[in-house]
């Protein structure tokens, strides 16, 4: 799954982006107050282990 694929996905899910960063994009849950530091590089896959994590960490997994 792309970054850009993955972000679409997220925003399905209720989350917001909060802030664009130099290299990272924060994204945010309204429903939980959790943010994370997702990468910008929009087509490149993003690794499994960094995906399972900003799931975790937004309160989706």
């Known amino acids: ?3 850009a694929e993955f972000i679409r996905y997220l925003q399905k899910q209720g ?3 909060k802030d664009h960063g ?3 994009d924060v994204y945010w849950n309204p429903k ?3 943010q994370v530091q997702i990468p910008r590089h929009r ?3 993003i690794k499994t ?3 399972e994590r900003i799931l975790k ?3 989706l997994k």
């Open 32 to 34: 939980t107050g959790a």
């Open 49 to 51: 282990g960094t995906k």
């Open 43 to 45: 087509s490149q896959e």
């Open 15 to 17: 989350i917001k982006l």
């Open 22 to 24: 130099a290299s990272h």
């Open 57 to 59: 960490d937004l309160g």
């Open 1 to 3: 799954m792309t970054a």
